[in-house]
């Protein structure tokens, strides 16, 4: 494990954002066509790059409806969504589901297992307790009990039905059904024959083919608390992103910083790293990885990192030290920015 410290006293953390640069040489159909939407709680952004203007918004709006789609599945905020009927039937009754929503909670109970925990998509009543609109601590007694609720070895699945045995479980998909709904909507962009293609769901990001004839999409990962200064940047074709961060959604009070990141074993805020990100083939495990090395800290995740094939990824502890897992440089055009490290 690579560590490297900030050169600055105060803790960073990161957010991916990509880099779109055309030249006036290129060839003009290979011209970027981009659209945005607010779904599942963010920003997604879609370009395309390569066909003709119609072609391109036609199936860039494809995509956009598979992810409203499945976010009309897998909601909490939804009463009529999948999920939502799993968590009201708790105590009660199987709840028969779709094939996507049954694949993503089997994937999800694969990454407990592989993590010992740190990634539970039981989380669902911690998650209610912390309000970062109205910043408030819960008590000590109230999270002591919900935290009794979390635990994924609970979740009992039958053919396509599932059942939360305990009332008051809750399931909370937040951590990976975002990135599963971003793989989707690139192979919808797949299906339509684009070659070239970039999507960011909010730091959960895609790539496919080049960003032009010649030249792969460039990738930063950029301190949102200082953006004119860039942590790290690597080009990628084909590859899957993820970040978590402490930043995204948060509140003070006496001076300690209250996060959305909450450790399944306690039901509060993870302290074991201020930002993540993971490099993967797919969205959906790097979206559920990145929560969870974020919780394992430096030295359990990036070792898991390291035990996992096809994976890469760096860790932010909180005292502002950078890891890398141990084949991050063998990215294409990886690099760290001088000026955010201490020699």
């Known amino acids: 494990m690579t560590q490297v410290p900030f050169s600055t006293a105060k803790l960073f953390s990161f957010i991916l954002i990509s880099f779109l640069f055309f030249t006036a040489c290129e060839n003009q159909n290979s011209q970027n066509h981009k659209r ?63 094939q996507e929503v049954l ?57 396509n039905t599932v059942f939360l045995p305990k009332k008051g479980m809750r399931l909370h998909l937040g951590a990976i059904g975002k990135g599963y709904a971003v793989d989707r909507a690139i192979e919808i962009l797949k299906n339509n024959k684009i070659k070239n293609a970039l999507i960011n769901a909010g730091g959960d990001l895609i790539t496919l083919g ?72 797919n969205v959906m495990d790097a979206d559920a990885l990145a929560t969870a090395i974020f919780v394992l800290g430096p030295e359990k995740g990036i070792a898991l990192l390291d035990s996992l094939d096809n994976m890469e990824g760096l860790i932010v502890d909180i005292h502002g030290t950078v890891s890398l897992s141990k084949n991050i440089n063998s990215i294409e055009n990886f690099t760290l920015s001088s000026n955010n490290i201490r020699h």
């Open 36 to 98: 945005s939407q607010f779904l599942m709680g963010t920003l997604v952004e879609i370009s395309v790059s390569g066909i003709d203007q119609e072609s391109a918004y036609s199936s860039i709006q494809q995509a956009f409806q598979e992810i409203r789609r499945l976010e009309n599945l897998m909601s909490t905020h939804l009463p009529t969504s999948e999920v939502s009927r799993i968590n009201q039937a708790a105590g009660k009754n199987f709840v028969p589901v779709s």
């Open 210 to 281: 080049k960003r032009s004839d010649s030249l792969s999409w460039k990738i930063g990962l950029q301190h949102p608390r200082n953006p004119e200064s860039l942590l790290a940047s690597f080009s990628t074709s084909k590859k899957a992103i993820a970040t978590s961060g402490d930043y995204q959604k948060y509140f003070e009070l006496g001076g300690k910083r209250y996060h959305h990141i909450l450790d399944p074993k306690t039901g509060r805020p993870s302290n074991g790293a201020m930002s993540t990100t993971v490099i993967a083939d």
């Open 103 to 159: 694949e993503i909670i089997q994937r999800s109970l694969f990454w407990s297992e592989q993590t010992e925990g740190a990634f539970d998509i039981t989380i669902g009543p911690a998650q209610e307790l912390w309000d970062f609109d109205e910043p408030g601590l819960p008590s000590n007694t109230t999270i002591a009990d919900t935290a009794k609720l979390i635990d994924y070895r609970n979740i009992q699945i039958k053919k």
